[in-house]
């Protein structure tokens, strides 16, 4: 397998021949339960709550698409560029129960999970390879769910994916026009009218944006600003409860409307490590603003908006915050 990039929307794909693996043997146990004998190959855990021996965990994918060893070894193919599948590709395991989702689990085993992506994202940005690192839950057969263990999954690329990089740009023209965060704008005029907001809780908000890509699409983000997940989360730990409690009621908000979702975690690039050729690390820490985006799949209608470049959402982002906010969900 390996890097191919388009030419012309400049993203990269992943290609190749892959040869499928043997279809694993059943199991008695789930691999990723505190009771597994078969553990995989850890790469960090977090103290346990309540008497446990861990409350969240990260592993290597026991079938990674990138691998750590090596140089991405950029190199040109006449018109096109291609480099090699470096980078990491873990899976976070949120629990070590199977039945303890993040829209079920309790506030303090939603702050573990929280703090160890804070943890593996500031870990992986030391090596400089790396330009930025993913993480994302894919939940629901629809939504290419992996595991049945309530799972997210961490990939550190050698490359920023195409959708950062368009947020990236447009967050670095607005600052250069007004001098100001684009993301910190949208906090403020969404407060103020109060249409689209779904819940406040302590430092951030649950918000349907105002031009939704899908039914119900809502994010949640820190009032105030910060370009890096990371470096707020662990500079500020105490916060994280409030996170988890809006991050679990959202959850059990969208649940009732749908039961698979895309949650993706938006953050800064690697900054410690810059592109010394695009001018978007400039004045990142000022203009870009961490975010979760969450994508609910609405079986209906998702072929209307999964192959198409202008997004179609039959339901306004108005109308979906009051059937969210009349939701019926625990406190």
Not at 171 to 189: A, H, M, N, T
Not at 256 to 273: D, G, K, Q, R, Y
């Amino acid at each position: 397998m390996e890097l191919r990039k388009d030419p012309i929307t400049r993203s990269w794909v992943i290609t190749g021949d892959d040869v499928p693996e043997p279809a694993p043997r059943s199991e008695t146990a789930c691999r990723f339960c505190a009771d597994s004998t078969a553990v995989p190959q850890l790469v960090s855990t977090m103290p346990g709550v309540d008497g446990g021996s861990w409350s969240a965990r990260a592993v290597v994918h026991p079938s990674p698409v990138y691998r750590i060893e090596g140089e991405p070894s950029r190199r040109g193919d006449g018109i096109y560029d291609r480099m090699r599948s470096v980078g990491a590709h873990e899976v976070l395991i949120e629990n070590p129960r199977h039945d303890r989702h993040l829209w079920n689990a309790s506030d303090a085993e939603i702050e573990q999970f929280l703090l160890l992506v804070a943890h593996r994202i500031q870990d992986l940005k030391r090596d400089g390879r790396f330009k930025y690192v993913s993480i994302f839950k894919n939940h629901g057969t629809s939504a290419g769910q992996e595991f049945e263990h309530p799972t997210a999954q961490l990939t550190a690329t050698t490359f920023v994916p195409r959708r950062v990089l368009y947020e990236l740009r447009a967050g670095r023209d607005y600052f250069k026009q007004k001098e100001r965060c684009v993301f910190c704008d949208i906090i403020s005029q969404e407060l103020q009218q109060d249409q689209r907001v779904l819940e406040v809780r302590g430092d951030f908000i649950a918000l349907c944006p105002y031009a939704p890509r899908v039914p119900y699409e809502t994010w949640i983000m820190p009032r105030s600003h910060d370009a890096a997940f990371e470096r707020f989360g662990l500079a500020r730990a105490g916060s994280m409860r409030d996170l988890g409690v809006l991050l679990r009621r959202t959850l059990q908000r969208i649940r009732t409307i749908a039961e698979e979702f895309h949650l993706v975690l938006h953050t800064s690039p690697n900054t410690l490590h810059p592109s010394e050729s695009l001018g978007y690390w400039k004045t990142i820490d000022e203009d870009y603003h961490w975010h979760i985006e969450i994508l609910p799949i609405i079986s209906a209608k998702a072929k209307s908006y999964t192959f198409k470049e202008v997004y179609y959402s039959p339901v306004a982002s108005e109308t979906a915050v009051v059937r969210l906010r009349e939701a019926k969900i625990e406190p």
